[in-house]
């Protein structure tokens, strides 16, 4: 396993599947990289918004991925910010990237979450042509 991706959203369960990430790379010497995806948001066209909402919501990102590694003990992880469809974008990064695996922990933050596994995960399970661990 060379290139390892793990999707880290700043929740227990990310965390513990970067740990996850972190000891299979260990063992294969492989590489791990932290990745962070900003989802777009929807917002109805008469309520006002702040203009750079993308750009603020991708410095939180960087930030909170800054974190995510130096609480991992690894504070020179390579880290990615993303915008798009976490599921899709992960996806993708996998595939442009010629990913060995891709690692999710079985829930995130997301609003909307199934009883088992969040819904980016079982998105990611299913649209992924690339190997994918989920992390419970």
């Not at 063992?27 to 603020?56: H, N, Q, R, W």
């Not at 974190?67 to 993303?82: F, T, V, Y």
């Not at 891709?102 to 596994?117: D, E, P």
């Amino acid at each position: 396993m060379r290139k390892i991706f793990v999707a880290v959203d700043g929740s227990p369960s990310s965390l513990h599947a970067a740990r996850t990430a972190l000891t299979i790379a260990d063992a294969t010497k492989g590489e791990v990289t932290l990745v962070a995806v900003v989802a777009p948001v929807v917002i109805p066209s008469d309520i006002p918004f702040p203009a750079d909402f993308t750009e603020e919501s991708l410095k939180a990102a960087e930030v909170m991925l800054e974190s995510a590694a130096r609480e991992l003990g690894r504070p020179q992880l390579r880290r990615m910010c993303l915008t798009g469809t976490p599921a899709e974008r992960l996806c993708e990064l996998g595939e442009e990237e010629n990913a060995d695996l891709l690692v999710v922990g079985s829930k995130g933050r997301g609003a909307v979450s199934r009883m088992l596994v969040g819904s980016t995960t079982d998105r990611l399970v299913h649209i992924s042509q690339r190997p994918v661990l989920v992390v419970r």
